[in-house]
């Protein structure tokens, strides 16, 4: 039935792509709705306008992730592309620095962390949620970050096609 459309393989890839946006962005919202809960129960403040720009500013990640789905799930059957997409998960969580503070480990662990863009999609959630507005510490990650999210989804788009194209000879 894929086929016999007169859709491009953009048109699906855009038609995949855009549902998962909304559902990143319904996960963000009540992520941060529950933070607010758990933060007024303890005592901590958070910036509502912060909130709200970071989920702005965590749209190029969730563009970048669900490329790389995308991408996983044309190259690889059913059974092994979930497993290659939790992979990336960890190694995003990890060396995205979610878990820890790179700039204080410093060394090679930084180096490797600032040459993957898991390291900018972090920052820039966190630079958003603060309000700091610096070109070092918010545009800079959101630019980096969107950029990949480009390359990933255009990879992504060009491997669909062209495994459209393999299917139907």
């Known amino acids: 039935r894929m086929y016999a459309t007169p859709m491009t393989s953009m048109d699906f890839v ?10 990143a962005v319904m996960q963000n919202i009540i992520t941060y709705a529950a933070s607010l809960i758990i933060a007024v129960i303890v005592g901590v403040e958070l910036s509502l306008p912060g909130l709200l720009l970071s989920v702005v500013a965590l749209l190029p990640s969730a563009v970048m992730f669900i490329g790389f789905g995308l991408l996983f799930g044309t190259l690889f059957n059913e ?6 997409c939790s992979i990336i998960i960890s190694l995003g969580s990890f ?10 480990t410093g060394g090679v662990l930084l180096k490797i962390c600032k040459c993957l863009p898991f390291y900018y999609c ?26 990949c999210a480009v390359v990933v989804a255009t990879v992504s788009a060009v491997v669909f096609r062209a495994k459209m194209k393999a299917d139907l000879s």
């Open 14 to 23: 855009l038609g995949y792509m855009f549902p998962m946006v909304v559902i």
């Open 79 to 84: 059974k092994a592309a979930p497993g290659l």
């Open 95 to 104: 060396l995205g620095a979610i878990w820890f503070d790179a700039e204080s």
């Open 122 to 147: 972090t920052k820039s959630a966190r630079m958003s949620m603060t309000l700091e507005f610096g070109f070092e510490e918010l545009w800079l990650p959101v630019i980096v970050v969107a950029a």
